[in-house]
């Protein structure tokens, strides 16, 4: 059973990467500065607005924001309405998956098998390309190092737990 800091713990992670998910997709608007501002500057009344404002939320809760954006994607990008809410959809559904898919279609476009290899490929076009090996490679070891660590945390805890844990008497 969880203990209420731990439950806590995990509302506060779990609020501060849906918060971090907001940045990917900014809009600007016009400022009263005469310049233009993110939809990432302007200031949220409160937190808990700020939260549903993203998302696959926001399709909902900020119907002008969206609107906004998708019909932004249809002249940019010529596509038909479907087709933009689609696209912009699987975007708030996960950010990172639509930017990874998105490069991957961009290298397999260029003729390439995946996105390593595409941006290896590029880079040797531009002389880069033991540099960008060297980076891709010490990225894997490092990743792999982290893994394993937090793994061994895990498994660590486990072990004392199971250890130290006494049942309760009948």
Known sequence: MMTKI???????????????????????????FGGVTTMKQQERSTTTSRLFMIGPLQKFTDKEEYEKTVENL??????????????????????????????EDYYKSLGYNSLMDGVIGEAEKEGRGEEVKERIAEFKRQSKI?????????FAAIVYGKITYVPPPH
Not at 15 to 30: E, R, W
Not at 76 to 103: C, I, Q, T, V
Not at 146 to 154: E, G, Q, T
């Open 74 to 103: 249809m002249a940019y990008k010529n596509l038909s309405r479907e087709e933009a809410e689609k696209e912009y959809d699987s975007f708030l559904e996960n950010p990172n998956n639509y930017a990874l898919s998105k490069g």
């Open 146 to 154: 982290k893994a394993l660590s937090v793994i061994s945390v895990f």
């Open 6 to 32: 731990t439950r806590t713990k995990a509302l506060v992670l779990l609020v501060s990467l849906l918060l971090g998910a907001s940045d990917a997709f900014t809009t600007t608007t016009p400022s009263s």
